[in-house]
């Protein structure tokens, strides 16, 4: 994938509005198709609570909403959204229509289990949380289906996306290797594990943040493709960033959050660990660290 120049000066011109401005109108919308999972990973508080494949119809009007915002950059997450079909539609369709419908970059999440056929997606995202070992620990015995699906992909548009906990966080120099290595593997984007109740055991304290950060910068140096800017580590590790970030939005069968649904969680958004969050609120303060990072970063890799 390689960004057009007119999305370029799009994406230009609303960053540049939006900090002379202080606007506060989103830019990055993702759309739940289902909550619906084959898995149930240890550090997930989001699947199968309903179970529900939301209707083609309505995730349509979604789409069409989320445009008529100004939003341009569209994610489908899940669950698992390679379970998503309805109406003889299925996730491939909604790409190609949210495509035709103008948003400029359309993203994928996946855990990587299902063929990954989808070369019309700009980028899929897909779960990796470590070497086979601990990987396995936290998503069950799926390590070998992903590389195989991996190696037999329709395209090299996959990002791994790997979330840091107590379970994985020594094994972030053995995932920036495999992206590296594999040829269908752009980049490699971390998070910090967002404490929901039920997985606060997970979350990690700020000398373990910084340790990490640490490691992701060496493998940068390394030359490792990670799709994350150094110059946001330091207020990932303490929890600095402002939020929410309100250039983004989540929308969940008709819900519309500001930045992520686990927004109405109490005292979860101050120990937000979502590295694009950091990134994004950072960015449309007008952090020129940030802006010229994120400039090298995301032409090099998108």
Same mark, same amino acid.
């Given at each position: 994938m390689t960004v057009k120049l007119s999305s370029f000066l799009?994406?230009?011109?609303? /960053?540049?509005?939006?900090?002379?401005?202080?606007?506060? =109108?989103? *830019? &990055?919308?993702?759309?739940?198709?289902?909550?619906?999972?084959?898995?149930?990973?240890?550090?997930?508080?989001?699947?199968?609570?309903?179970?529900?494949?939301?209707?083609?119809r309505q995730i349509k009007r979604e789409m069409e909403q989320l445009y008529a915002q100004g939003i341009r950059i569209l994610f489908f997450c899940g669950g698992e959204t390679?379970?998503?079909?309805?109406?003889?539609?299925?996730?491939?369709?909604?790409?190609?229509?949210?495509?035709?419908?103008g948003f400029l970059i359309v993203n994928v999440v996946t855990n /990587?289990?299902?063929?990954?056929?989808?070369?019309?997606? =700009?980028? *899929? &995202?897909?779960?990796l949380d470590g070497d086979r070992e601990r990987h396995n620990r936290i998503r069950g015995d799926t390590y070998d289906t992903i590389m195989d699906h991996i190696q037999h992909a329709a395209s090299d548009n996959i990002c791994f996306y790997m979330a840091i906990n107590q379970l994985n966080q020594n094994a972030i120099r053995e995932v920036c290797l495999t992206a590296k290595q594999m040829p269908n593997v752009r980049a490699v984007s971390f998070n910090f594990h967002t404490p929901y109740p039920d997985t606060?055991?997970?979350?990690?304290?700020?000398?373990?943040?910084?340790?990490?950060?640490?490691?992701?910068?060496?493998?940068?140096t390394q030359g490792?493709?990670?799709?994350?800017?150094?110059?946001?580590?330091?207020?990932?590790?303490?929890?600095?960033?402002?939020?929410?970030?309100?250039?983004?939005?989540?929308?969940?069968?008709?819900?519309?959050?500001?930045?992520?649904?686990?927004?109405?969680v109490p005292g979860l958004c101050e120990q937000c660990g979502y590295f694009f969050v950091a990134e994004y609120t950072l960015l449309f303060r007008g952090n020129i660290k940030i802006i010229l990072e994120m400039l090298r970063t995301y032409l090099k890799y998108l």
């Open positions: 799009h994406f230009a011109g609303f /960053g540049l509005s939006t900090i002379l401005f202080r606007r506060k =109108d989103p *830019i &990055l919308g993702t759309i739940i198709v289902t909550d619906q999972c084959n898995l149930h990973c240890r550090h997930c508080s989001v699947n199968n609570i309903t179970g529900i494949l939301y209707p083609y390679f379970l998503w079909e309805d109406s003889g539609k299925t996730l491939r369709d909604l790409v190609k229509e949210a495509k035709q419908m /990587g289990t299902f063929p990954l056929d989808l070369p019309e997606a =700009d980028l *899929i &995202l897909l779960s606060a055991a997970l979350a990690l304290n700020e000398a373990e943040k910084a340790a990490c950060c640490k490691t992701i910068s060496e493998m940068i490792a493709p990670v799709f994350n800017l150094k110059s946001a580590f330091p207020y990932l590790i303490h929890n600095s960033f402002p939020t929410p970030c309100h250039q983004c939005a989540v929308m969940e069968n008709g819900r519309l959050s500001t930045c992520g649904r686990c927004i109405d």
